[in-house]
T-cell receptor
Framework: AQSVTQPDIHITVSEGASLELRCNYS??????LFWYVQSPGQGLQLLLK??????LVQGIKGFEAEFKRSQSSFNLRKPSVHWSDAAEYFC???????????FGSGTQLTVLP | GAVVSQHPSWVICKSGTSVKIECRSL??????MFWYRQFPKQSLMLMAT?????????EQGVEKDKFLINHASLTLSTLTVTSAHPEDSSFYIC????????????FGPGTRLTVL
């Protein structure tokens, strides 16, 4: 069965600093991978997705993620964090057999002024 | 991008009453809709998957008679919490997926249910 691990429950960075949120997946076939962001009391907004092709994908709000098959990882990065990026971030993998998303446990991002 | 709406955004009800939550895909046809429940500081828990015109498929441990799901059209799914109790208080989020099997799931803004 597929699974997603986000090792960091909570990350704190200063505004303007770079950011990397980790995501590791377990899936037997070619994974379809997603990063979503959730602000308090809100639904999930899609940041970016990887289906195939270029392993470095660009998303909205200046985010990017790199798919590394050898490491089973799909880490999210941003070169310079803004205070408005403070939120909960979820990594997810789509299972073709189950035809549904499996989410990681999420990483809470705090941005210091 | 695709937009999914939910209504209401929050609801407070008395114990024993039923509450209906609507989920609509506004600018695309959603062959599949998903209902999630989220507890504070936790990830999303899939409750059920519904395909248009078919009965919903519930995840293990989710009471289908308590959480009634209807997906009558390609743009509308409803979740009815029947005889709600305080333990049903939660944040409910719907998601919709388009015609292609691996297309992205787009999420609604969520509904905060508080049962007194």
């Amino acid at each position: 069965a597929q699974s997603v691990t986000q090792p960091d429950i909570h990350i704190t960075v200063s505004e303007g600093a770079s950011l990397e949120l980790r995501c590791n997946y377990s899936y037997g076939a070619t994974p379809y991978l997603f990063w979503y962001v959730q602000s308090p009391g809100q639904g999930l907004q899609l940041l970016l997705k990887y289906f195939s092709g270029d392993t470095l994908v660009q998303g909205i709000k200046g985010f990017e993620a790199e798919f590394k098959r050898s490491q089973s990882s799909f880490n999210l990065r941003k070169p310079s964090v803004h205070w408005s990026d403070a939120a909960e971030y979820f990594c997810a993998v789509f299972s073709g057999s189950a035809r549904q998303l499996t989410f990681g446990s999420g990483t809470q991002l705090t941005v210091l002024p | 991008g695709a937009v999914v709406s939910q209504h209401p955004s929050w609801v407070i009800c008395k114990s024993g009453t039923s509450v209906k939550i609507e989920c609509r895909s506004l600018d695309f046809q959603a062959t599949t809709m998903f209902w999630y429940r989220q507890f504070p500081k936790q990830s999303l828990m899939l409750m059920a998957t519904s395909n248009e015109g078919s009965k919903a498929t519930y995840e293990q441990g989710v009471e289908k008679d308590k959480f009634l799901i209807n997906h009558a059209s390609l743009t509308l799914s409803t979740l009815t919490v029947t005889s709600a109790h305080p333990e049903d208080s939660s944040f409910y989020i719907c998601s919709a997926r388009g015609l292609a099997g691996r297309d992205t799931q787009y999420f609604g803004p969520g509904t905060r249910l508080t049962v007194l």
